[in-house]
């Protein structure tokens, strides 16, 4: 369903207008205000599902197994289902969905690095660089669509916003350009860390994710999301 914001009239109580005359950026970075109307409650963060209009309750036939939204897109990377994700899983999870050894290699290197002392369980840092499900939340990092919340539910509406804002040549879909005109809109002042990591989760979605035209569907981020996509990907790798 196109989540489209260009063809509604302006809302009759300006309280709900979502353009600012003086604010060019508004104009240019669309909301959809029909969201609502497309699905319930847009404005309510779901724990468990990845939902969009066209998927009101996620992913169709998805067991969450009680975990939020970024627990299950972590999950993907424990290779043997005991909550705690180490490099080498990292490395095995990277290679599962079509990374090349150099990409898996760094990713395992760096994702491992930046997630794993946030995550612990104490204070004391992990000689391994474990990464602990329980506590991904916490690795949240600035700069970013702001699609998983601080406790990682999932937002449908920062979701919808990251197509009626950036997808400008199809609806629901981003060419690499308008990829590009995102995360450098998304960055945070002197967020660092925010803007290189960022940058380099969204390149590598793209890089395994993109479809023959070279756009990265709405299907496949919102499937990044709750990690079914990783599992189609690794489905798809084996069949190959």
Same mark, same amino acid.
């Given at each position: ?103 898996? #290699?760094?990713?395992? #290197? ?20 474990? #990464? ?60 660092? #860390? ?47």
């Amino acid at each position: 369903m196109a989540s489209s914001s260009s063809s509604s009239p302006p809302p009759s109580d300006p309280s709900l207008e979502t353009v600012a005359p003086h604010a060019a950026v508004t104009g240019e970075r669309k909301l959809n205000p029909n969201l609502q109307e497309q699905l319930p409650k847009p404005y309510l963060a779901r724990a468990l599902a990845a939902v969009d209009p066209s998927h009101p309750q996620g992913t169709r036939g998805r067991d969450a197994r009680g975990m939020s939204v970024l627990q299950q897109h972590a999950a993907f990377f424990d290779r043997n289902g005991d909550g705690i994700i180490y490099p080498w899983e990292t490395f095995q999870g990277l290679r599962a969905i079509g990374c090349g050894y150099p990409v898996s #290699i760094a990713g395992a #290197i760096l994702i491992n690095l930046v997630l794993s002392y946030p995550t612990q369980p104490g204070w004391m840092p992990s000689p391994l660089f474990s #990464i602990h499900i329980k506590n991904i939340h916490k690795g949240k990092h600035g700069s970013d669509s702001e699609a998983y919340d601080t406790e990682g539910r999932f937002d449908p509406s920062k979701f919808d916003a990251i197509f009626s804002k950036y997808g400008r040549t199809h609806p629901n879909a981003l060419t690499k350009d308008e990829l590009n005109s995102m995360i450098k809109a998304n960055r945070n002042m002197y967020d660092f #860390i925010g803007w290189i990591t960022s940058a380099g989760e969204w390149m590598l979605l793209y890089s395994v994710a993109k479809d023959k035209e070279g756009l990265l569907q709405r299907e496949t981020v919102r499937g990044a999301f709750d990690g079914s996509l990783f599992e189609r990907l690794q489905d798809s790798k084996k069949s190959a």
